[in-house]
């Protein structure tokens, strides 16, 4: 699964953490458009793959600048950074890091689901209880559940099939918080690095 498509699903869960009600869902994204414009968001979580042949698990984190144009993506031993014009992946186990031009489109998609109006046109429906949302999410074959949770409407996990496996995202802690500039540097110190920018 890549980095587009966990974000996706991390986003849209986000912006339905705090009600499972339409009309609150509504006057929350007027009043408030996830958290602050003066803050950045952290997303902790964990990430769960279950196929007919294995289980493992990765821990999952993802801080997202105030001004929506840099971010840190963690999974596992990959590290994705955005320092607003440039990616760094980095990856844990080898020291290698790899910059390259970002993604416009993910950047693009980052900014707009910060928007009340592609917010509150996300495709979803009532699952087998109040509690669980189904969701139609473009970048995937099937549908994404969410559950939450029923004494304080906190996101439980979120459910989907890939490929053969299916993914279950839990553990979900959503935080506002500040972010500064130095906090999307990396630091390649006694890294190999290798610069695939065009």
């Known amino acids: 699964m890549n980095l587009k498509q966990i974000t996706t699903v991390l986003l849209l869960s986000l912006s339905f953490s705090l ?46 600048s105030a001004d929506k144009e840099k971010f840190i993506y963690r999974l596992g031993p990959k590290i994705t950074i955005n320092d607003g014009s440039t990616w760094y992946v980095i990856d844990d186990r080898t020291d290698q890091v790899i910059i390259q031009n970002p993604e416009t489109n993910l950047l693009s998609d980052l900014k707009n689901w910060f928007e009340p109006d592609t917010l509150k046109s996300s495709i979803y429906n009532q699952g ?26 906190s996101i439980q996990s979120i459910k989907f099939s890939y490929q053969l ?31 695939i920018r065009e």
Do not use: R
Not at 33 to 51: A, M, Q, R, V
Not at 134 to 150: C, G, Q, R, T
């Open 19 to 64: 009600s499972i009600s339409a009309d609150i869902l509504d006057s929350w994204i007027e009043d408030q458009l996830i958290f602050s414009d003066s803050t950045g968001i952290k997303l902790e979580f964990s990430y769960n793959i279950i196929s007919e042949y294995s289980e493992y698990q990765m821990p999952g984190l993802f801080t997202l």
């Open 128 to 153: 087998n209880s109040k509690f669980e949302y189904i969701f139609h999410v473009s970048e995937f074959s099937d549908n994404v559940k969410i559950l939450f949770s029923e004494q304080d409407t």
């Open 165 to 195: 496996s299916e993914i279950i995202i839990s553990d979900i802690i959503i935080q506002s918080v500040e972010t500064h500039d130095s906090l999307f540097i990396p630091d390649t110190t006694d890294m190999f690095i290798l610069d």
